[in-house]
């Protein structure tokens, strides 16, 4: 089984600091997503990134940036975070975005929910 | 541009069958995927269609036609844990996923 881990559940920060959210993947999987999620907006995407130290802005990069130093790390950070950036954060893989079929599969983590004071 | 629009809720009773509709406009497509979404907890894959028609599993099934840049998923015999949000999201070669924003089913008995 595809596991994707991220490294908490829960985080509180306060208003600027720098925020670090880890994610982690165990298949080998080329692809790795930021995605956040908020009540009536679904699942937005803030950076992808197909291959080490590659990476593509998605629809809200604002305020965040990545980092993909190994294949199965991760990292999205939050420079000076802000109160609009409370959310829940996902992560997932994929085997490769240049697949047919069903092996564009995206994994997802379980989630960090970032609350922002 | 690109669209993916879903009903934001819907409500069903316990053994019941319940349709939810995805339509989507979008400048490529290679599939449509539909996952599932409890409360706090990530979202899961529960089908992929590529080629037109109904692919079934179990008591979820889920149809497809490109033409009419339409999906469904069909949930039959309702059960109580099927309470969730229902994701769809269409499948671009070389780039991510494009979610819809969603659909929060609500069963009760």
């Known amino acids: 089984d595809v596991k994707v881990t991220q490294s908490s559940r829960y985080l509180v920060k306060r208003t600027g600091e720098k925020v670090f959210l880890e994610c982690v993947q165990d298949?080998?999987?080329?692809?790795m997503f930021w995605y956040r999620q908020d009540p009536g907006l679904g699942l937005r995407l803030i950076y992808f990134?197909?291959?080490?130290?590659?990476?593509e802005k998605g629809d809200i990069p604002e305020g965040y940036s990545v980092s993909r130093e190994k294949k199965e790390r991760f990292s999205l950070i939050l420079e000076s975070a802000s109160t609009n950036q409370t959310s829940m954060y996902l992560c997932?893989?994929?085997?490769?975005?240049?697949?047919?079929?069903?092996?564009?599969?995206?994994?997802f983590g379980p989630g960090t929910r970032l609350t922002v004071l | 541009g690109q669209n993916i629009d879903q009903p934001t809720e819907m409500t069903a009773t316990e053994g019941a069958i319940v349709q939810i509709n995805c339509t989507y406009q979008?400048?490529?497509?290679?599939?449509l995927f539909w996952y599932q979404q409890h409360a706090g907890e990530a979202p899961t894959f529960l089908s992929y269609?590529?080629?037109?028609g109904l692919e079934e599993k179990g008591r979820f099934s889920s149809f497809l036609s490109r033409s009419k840049g339409y999906s469904y998923l069909l949930l039959k015999e309702l059960q109580m844990k099927d309470s969730a949000s229902y994701l769809c999201?269409?499948?671009?070669?070389?780039?991510?996923?494009?979610f819809g924003k969603g659909t929060t089913l609500s069963v009760s008995s």
């Open positions: 990134s197909y291959d080490v130290k590659m990476k």
């Open positions: 997932a893989s994929s085997l490769s975005l240049f697949v047919t079929g069903g092996d564009n599969e995206q994994f």
């Open positions: 979008t400048s490529g497509f290679n599939g």
């Open positions: 298949m080998d999987h080329e692809n």
């Open positions: 999201a269409v499948n671009q070669a070389g780039t991510a996923l494009i």
């Open positions: 269609n590529v080629l037109d």
